[in-house]
């Protein structure tokens, strides 16, 4: 289920991206530079996801598990 709704979301958003800028996709743009753009906007959306990862999703977690870690640290470290 993972894989297929990774795939879906790909699909979904090239889908939105070739709506919203035809010219981009479109059939005057050369092989070349249809794939160069197809990389840029899969490196940015790889870098805005995990930022916003790192965010919201990581900082909730660490936030929620630092006063148990530091605890555990602070036991370790007294003698």
């Not at 249809?34 to 805005?48: N, Q």
């Amino acid at each position: 289920m993972g894989r297929a709704s990774l795939i879906t979301t790909a699909v979904v958003f090239l889908a939105i991206g070739v709506i919203i800028s035809p010219e981009t996709f479109g059939p005057k743009s050369t092989a070349l530079s249809t794939y160069i753009k197809l990389a840029h906007l899969l490196g940015f959306s790889i870098a805005f996801g995990a930022a916003l990862w790192v965010t919201f999703i990581g900082g909730i977690i660490m936030f929620n598990g630092f006063l148990w870690l530091s605890s555990s640290v602070e036991n370790f470290f007294h003698w």
